[in-house]
């Protein structure tokens, strides 16, 4: 009887163990919703580093939470939007990693390349995050081909394009005014070699055809003017190709 009792008795609290568990596991669950509820407000509000914190503090306390991929983006999106873009590469290809079967791998992998994209600067200077913009849009299009965000993508890649290359352009309008004329031709090719998807080709080869003209080679001088004049889109520059041609028309 004594042993029937005992045996009652731990059933009993086997039971009242795991109601227990049950109880601890649902409010987990609901503590994570709530945590990323409020860690969402905190970002909507433009309250970044309160958003970084609450964020934070759901990743690593609810790790096996169905919010954690969640909580991780809104990490990630905290330190965008606060423009820490160092960090928010970092916290972006967390999700890449460590959260492969997530949805929100699509959006991490284009805001990885929007991060460089946004520490671009301006073609005079350092072209290091452009290229690294580049490459990372390249691989989120050829990841995904058909995403809604493939069209802004590939508006950015241009983007990015098209500053190298007005960068090879002034390289080579610098060396042009200094007279080093070599070293000028050989910008404004890059650009027609590298570049040739992008506008700054019709400027490249005026450039060329002032470096050939210091040169003495008028006739492919002159070729050079003719193709800004037939297919250059810029006016202005139409003009001044056109001014180039009267002016060495004149001089024989």
Known sequence: MKVRSLFILM?????CVL??????????ERSAKDQYQLASEYLAR??????????QALVYNFPGSEWVDDGQYGLAES????????????????????FSMSPLVEKAQFKIAMCYFKQSLDAARDQKNTYQAIQA???????YPDSPLAKEARAKYSACRAKLAEKAYKNGELYLKMGQTEAALLYFREV???????SWIHY??????CALLK??????????????VQNGADEGLKRKAQKKLKEMEKGG
């Open 11 to 15: 059933i009993g609290v086997a039971v």
């Open 19 to 28: 109601g227990v568990q049950c109880a601890t596991s649902q409010k987990k």
């Open 46 to 55: 433009g309250e970044y580093i309160k958003a970084i914190e609450a964020f």
């Open 79 to 98: 330190y965008f939007r606060s423009k820490d873009y160092v960090n928010a590469v970092f916290e972006y290809e967390r999700i890449v990693n460590d």
């Open 137 to 143: 849009f390249l691989t989120f299009l050829e990841d």
């Open 192 to 198: 027609l070699d590298t570049f040739g998807d992008t």
């Open 204 to 209: 490249a080869r005026y450039g060329i055809g």
């Open 215 to 228: 040169q003495g080679k008028k006739d492919e001088a002159r070729q050079a003017f003719e193709q800004v």
